[in-house]
């Protein structure tokens, strides 16, 4: 040590004095030492020899000039920095920071492990005042952590921008290969665990939120024995809500370490000024927890329990709008045929951050119609599309095929007393074939917020009364209803509908950003049952869409069976008991029956129609499918969702001609749903036309290359219809990308490696598949569709018996009759499994099944599909597929 300090000394020359050592880290070795030309000490931090050959003194002096820039009274600066030349020595990279008479972060938390709250608070929020200085000027830190935070008196200070500066800048690849990586693995954010080089303040404002996770509870929120362990564990699991480790937590502060610590950057506060007012008393506000403006990115919802997952959003847009205010009532099952009316959203005339709050009018007034006999109402997703319009009313009737509409003005407005009150001016407009419209009934309403629930009834009673619906008594009563004693938890409830759900959005990031909402709600009125409906849906989703969890599954069931006890008549109930059995019990059966008992009370609800009709698919009765889709079509008649899984009940027919056009119609709507993109591709298949299908992947590549990359390298596995330049952008992603699952982001890149003819990065891909889906196995050890990709997985890696097992296991769970779409997937896997296996009798025995039952694969497919074509040389499998290839 002595002949170091020497080497230093004679190096740093007549500057500074070495004094003692303090420390040493990761990256670089501290001293006390003295500034001679100041006379003052300073701490100076000398980096280790292999890091200072790998940076080399050009860029890590340039890249450290911009951090001592940094001037701001909670970040301790860079005042000074240099190169040391040693003679036959590799050169030593230096740089000096003021010396901090105190300690670290970490030395408390180490003396005390839970820091008092207030404290706790006062140190994250100085921390995040210097972070969100530096991040205007350009600079990420990049490795904040404990040891980085140093306390003096009362006075937080970040330290040790200069090296996450260096290291971080530039984009060099360099440092990977010499081992060495910017951050901590405890306080890494899942982007940069992945390795990704393109980083923005959003990985700060994670690695703080861990900081204070770990100031409050006395532990990080991934704790675990090992690096790789803490880094799979925070791709795989969310953070325990820490009110669950510490009571004394405000709750505003456990709403923003959720949001922070989001798994995906687009989900977390765009900024660390964001956190930073969270975390102020009150500061956890309403455009705070607001879901994201941005579009969510495609292939964040990539959990690849493939048609499931499909079907599963599929469901959750058909549930969409409208269940918000479904107070039904019973009654005779009036037959289809009555008024048909649209109600078209609302115009918010008031502040545009009230927006959501015209929505939820809109959806309760539609919502209490619906049922009505003799009135039949179009599904909030047809008429939403009219949302800003520039169509006039006689143009929107007649592509929604209806004779009345449904407008209105709604305004949110503070009274002069401070009060709040809502101002709705309703129209009811009936339309004729060549006549002009004409208003029917026009009313203003306004009255204080806490008359808001009479509002609606009045506007939904009177819209009855003009178009000649007799209500009986115990109607107008039902009408008369309010969904929950508090206001309070109304405006969450509308807000967490606005995030996900209630917009037809069951992606992983918005049901997260919605679920703590509706939780919110709950603990405001606990008899709210439309919220517990809601949260029971959307832990379902997250459940089936995202890494099942059992702690997850175990919420959904106790929140779907609290709505159904509170009100069991209620659509949005069934729907979220509904959701619980079919996507987190996957008890199909139970779900059909829970449908088609309640479907009698509100026999033209197309919620309730096309969630049965999406059970019916998965049951593999596509004829009673069809036929509720129809009756579903009729009151939604512009929803792109519906054509597509009347689609895929005709693929499964292998009535692929009249798929395709079904499809094509479906993307006339919605030109950029990729799940229906993928469907008519596998349509083409269907028909033996693998140009037409690559041809589809070719267009819609067009509109976001990346997206349909990825999507299409995700569900059913078809990146073989994609060129080389679109394997290329499925395999140039993070786990981020895949919602923060290991498993499926290997599997894909295991598949485009094989596919490429690398056999070593495609094992070591599907190394890492194996170990994400075995950890998902431990939480759900049932799970037909992970034990299939697991199988997938260990077929790569050239592990036969393991993944045969766990291909059979699989197709037990989920057998393919009575299976539907998840069945047959299985099934179709599980063939793929043994021709990896190089077992080719059981691969066309399983083929055979697939082909004598209902399902998309055609022996056309099988004659193009890659996948199969170490089978074309077996006289059975020709004789299967009808000739040769």
């Known amino acids: 040590m002595a002949d170091l300090q020497a080497q230093l000394q004679d190096g740093l020359g007549s500057g500074y004095a070495l004094e003692r050592e303090l420390g040493r880290g990761g990256m670089a070795t501290v001293f006390l030492a003295r500034d001679l030309r100041h006379d003052r000490p300073v701490a100076l931090k000398v980096l280790h020899p292999e890091l200072s050959v790998s940076l080399g003194a050009e860029r890590f002096l340039r890249e450290i000039r911009l951090a001592a820039r940094l001037q701001h009274p909670h970040i301790l600066t860079v005042l000074d920095s240099g190169e040391i030349q040693g003679s036959g020595a590799p050169p030593r990279l230096w740089f000096t920071m003021p010396f901090v008479r105190g300690e670290s972060l970490r030395e408390r938390l180490r003396r005390e492990r839970q820091l008092p709250v207030e404290d706790a608070l006062r140190i994250a929020r100085e921390a995040a005042d210097a972070l969100a200085f530096a991040h205007t000027e350009g600079v990420i830190h990049r490795d904040i952590k404990p040891e980085n935070i140093l306390l003096t008196g009362t006075h937080a200070l970040v330290a040790d921008f200069g090296i996450a500066r260096a290291l971080g800048g530039g984009g060099d690849e360099k440092l990977t ?175 545009s951050a009230e927006e959501y709050f015209a929505e939820g009018i809109t959806d309760a007034v539609r919502g209490k119609l619906t049922g009505l006999p003799g009135l039949d109402v179009i599904a909030g997703r047809s008429s939403s599309q009219y949302k800003d319009t520039d169509k006039d009313l006689a143009q929107i009737a007649r592509e929604l095929g209806v004779t009345h509409l449904v407008t209105a003005k709604v305004r949110w407005a503070k009274a002069p007393d401070g009060s709040r009150r809502v101002q709705v001016s309703p129209e009811l407009v009936q339309v004729s074939a060549g006549d002009a419209p004409k208003t029917r009934w026009q009313q203003s309403f306004d009255a204080a917020m806490t008359d808001v629930f009479q509002v609606q009834a009045e506007v939904a009673g009177r819209v009855a009364q003009e178009l000649g619906v007799a209500l009986a008594d115990s109607a107008r009563r039902e009408l008369a209803e309010r969904p929950t004693r508090s206001l309070d938890a109304y405006d969450v409830y509308l807000r967490a509908g606005a995030a996900a759900l209630g917009q037809g959005r069951t992606d992983p990031p918005s049901l997260r950003v919605a679920i703590p909402l509706y939780e919110r709600a709950l603990q405001l009125d606990s008899s709210f049952a439309l919220a517990w409906a809601r949260l029971a849906m959307a832990r379902s989703y997250l459940y089936s869409n995202a890494v099942p969890s059992r702690e997850l599954g175990l919420a959904a069931r106790s929140a779907a069976e609290r709505a159904l006890a509170l009100a069991p008549r209620q659509p949005a109930t069934v729907l979220g008991q509904a959701s619980y059995q079919r996507l987190v019990q996957r008890d199909l059966e139970a779900a059909n029956r829970t449908l088609s008992e309640f479907l009698p009370l509100a026999p033209r609800d197309p919620q309730i129609l096309a969630a049965l009709a999406g059970i019916e698919r998965e049951l593999g009765r596509m004829e009673a499918a069809l036929e509720h889709y129809s009756q579903a079509a009729r009151l939604d008649p512009r929803s792109p969702v519906i054509l597509n899984t009347m689609g895929q009940c005709l693929l499964s027919l292998r009535r692929y001609e009249e798929a395709d056009s079904t499809f094509a119609r479906s993307l006339e709507l919605a030109p950029g749903a990729l799940i229906t993109t993928t469907n008519r591709a596998r349509a083409r298949l269907g028909l033996g036309d693998l140009a037409g299908a690559r041809a589809i992947a070719v267009t819609a590549a067009k509109m976001d290359a990346r997206a349909v990359a990825v999507h299409f390298s995700t569900y059913y596995e078809l990146h073989w219809l994609l060129d080389s330049t679109l394997q290329a952008l499925a395999v140039g992603v993070g786990p981020d990308v895949y919602d923060g699952d290991l498993g499926t982001w290997g599997l894909v890149h295991g598949h485009i490696y094989a596919a490429w003819g690398d056999q070593a990065r495609s094992r070591a891909y599907a190394d890492s598949a194996r170990a994400g889906f075995n950890a998902q196995l431990d939480d759900a050890p049932d799970d037909a569709q992970t034990h299939v990709l697991l199988g997938l997985s260990l077929a790569l890696l050239g592990r036969s018996a393991e993944s045969v097992r766990h291909g059979e296991r699989a197709a037990a769970l989920l057998p393919v009759a009575g299976g539907g779409d998840p069945g047959l997937y299985v099934a179709e896997v599980l063939a793929r499994i043994y021709v990896r296996a190089g077992m080719p009798e059981k691969a066309v025995e399983q083929l055979g099944v697939l082909l004598r039952g209902p399902g998309p694969i055609s022996r056309e497919w099988l004659r193009i599909d890659p996948n199969y074509a170490p089978l074309r040389k077996y006289p059975a499998f020709v004789r299967l597929v009808g000739g040769t290839s």
């Open 177 to 351: 290969e010499t081992g060495f990586a910017v951050g901590t693995p405890a306080y890494m954010s899942p982007e940069q665990a992945a390795g990704q080089r393109e980083l923005d303040a959003r990985t700060d404002v994670y690695s703080l939120a861990v900081v204070l996770y770990e100031m409050l509870a006395g532990e990080t929120p991934f704790a675990a024995p090992t690096a790789q362990a803490m880094v799979a564990r925070r791709f795989l699991e969310a953070a325990r809500p820490i009110r669950q480790l510490r009571d004394a937590v405000p709750e505003r502060v456990e709403q923003a370490l959720a949001r922070a610590l989001a798994r995906t950057a687009a989900d977390r506060f765009a900024s660390m000024a964001q956190f930073a007012a969270a975390l102020e008393p009150g500061g956890m506000t309403a455009a705070t927890t607001a879901a994201p403006t941005d579009t969510v990115k495609a292939g964040t919802r990539t959990k690849p329990r493939v048609p499931l997952a499909a079907v599963t959003m599929v469901l959750g847009l058909l549930i969409g709008l409208g269940v918000l205010f479904a107070w039904r009532r019973g009654h005779d099952g009036a037959p289809a045929g009555g008024r048909l009316v649209a109600v078209l959203p609302f115009e918010n005339v008031g502040d």
